[in-house]
């Protein structure tokens, strides 16, 4: 059984001060673990993955993630966030599930950026 | 390198109406999928596809089909839509069932039922 939480359903960070959006995972095998950025009105677009290699996971546009195995986390940070950032962020566990890749969604954070 | 495209983008249906919303991807991966999301929910599983010629259940396939056409296509159809279904629709790709694959994302189909 696998599942994902994000402890924040909405986040507000000034501009160019630095964006945290928190995900915790429960899984009982080693999952894959992703970050995605819906921006409004259109696709979900793969910012980060973790899959067992390093722990510190660098992403586009300036985002990174940690995978914490220890505290069951894998949270989303930038130094200094940008107007542009404002999205909501889904953070994705993917493990194996009989014949086929099981992948549980977040329930998403909205990130707002003040400018 | 168009990666994953839905059509169409909008559509407003009445109940009882059926319609089918198609996805292609170019990226020649084996595995499709198609999700809806409804807000504070996530993206839930419809159905999904691990290669040409197969397809099964997700986690909310009720009152969906589906037809992996070929490799690059994967359509889902509402035969008799409800108000219920009224959600943005995403198709998904990846290169195998792998969990370590990540999903490639269509931009959506927004659909409403009245």
């Known amino acids: 059984a696998q599942s994902v939480t994000q402890l924040d359903s909405h986040v507000s960070v000034s501009e160019g001060t630095p964006v945290l959006l928190r995900c915790n995972y429960s899984s009982s095998y080693s999952p894959s673990l992703f970050w995605y950025v819906q921006h409004p009105n259109k696709g979900l677009q793969l910012l980060l993955k973790y899959t067992s290699a390093a722990t510190l996971v660098k992403g586009i546009n300036g985002f990174e993630a940690e995978f914490k195995k220890s505290e069951t986390s894998f949270h989303l940070t930038k130094p200094s966030a940008h107007m542009s950032d404002a999205a909501e962020y889904f953070c994705v566990v993917s493990g194996p599930s009989g014949g086929y890749q099981k992948v549980t969604f977040g329930i998403g954070t909205k990130l707002q950026v003040i400018p | 390198n168009a990666g994953v495209t839905q059509t169409p983008k909008f559509q407003v249906l009445k109940t009882g109406q059926s319609m089918t919303l198609q996805c292609a991807q170019d990226m020649n991966h084996n595995s499709m999928y198609w999700y809806r999301q409804d807000p504070g929910m996530g993206l839930r599983l419809i159905y999904y596809s691990a290669s040409e010629g197969t397809t099964d259940k997700g986690e909310v396939p009720n009152g969906y089909n589906v037809s992996r056409l070929n490799k690059r296509e994967f359509s889902l159809r509402l035969e008799s839509a409800a108000p219920s279904q009224t959600s943005v629709y995403f198709c998904?790709?990846?290169?195998?069932?792998?969990?370590?694959?990540?999903?490639?994302f269509g931009p959506g189909t927004r659909l409403t039922v009245l």
């Open positions: 998904a790709s990846s290169e195998t069932l792998a969990y370590t694959d990540t999903q490639y």
